[in-house]
Nanobody, 120 residues
Framework: QLQAYGGGLVQAGGSLRLSCAASGRTFGTYAVGWIRRPPGKEREFVAVINWSGDTTYYAGSVKGRFTISRDNAKNTVDLQMNSLKPEDTAVYYC???????????????WGQGTLVTVSS
């Protein structure tokens, strides 16, 4: 089970940190990703981190601004979002599966979404 939190309202240029908390002993065996759904649009891949935390991938639109990290001892995955833009406004979901599926916006395990709103 995954639970995402940390969303909120922030001005453009600001920062937010999202966290995904997981339960279950197999958390450390899954890649975890963040996938977002902007208002009125399809969901899109944001970032993924592999099971050990030593490999990450980012969507081009967030690369250099967002950082994904994980702590398997605490069963958490964080997404640090800096230099936020209005186009980053979306419901953000954490999900667990293989990196390739997550990068396609697909996953077998999903957390509930957390809303991020970036005002201009």
């Amino acid at each position: 089970q995954l639970q995402a939190y940390g969303g909120g309202l922030v001005q453009a240029g600001g920062s937010l940190r999202l966290s995904c908390a997981a339960s279950g002993r197999t958390f450390g065996t899954y890649a975890v990703g963040w996938i977002r759904r902007p208002p009125g649009k399809e969901r899109e891949f944001v970032a993924v981190i592999n099971w050990s935390g030593d490999t990450t991938y980012y969507a081009g639109s967030v690369k250099g601004r967002f950082t994904i990290s994980r702590d398997n001892a605490k069963n958490t995955v964080d997404l640090q979002m800096n230099s936020l833009k209005p186009e980053d406004t979306a419901v953000y979901y954490c999900a667990a599966d293989t990196p390739s599926r997550l990068m396609k916006g697909r996953a077998d395990y999903w957390g509930q979404g957390t809303l991020v709103t970036v005002s201009s």
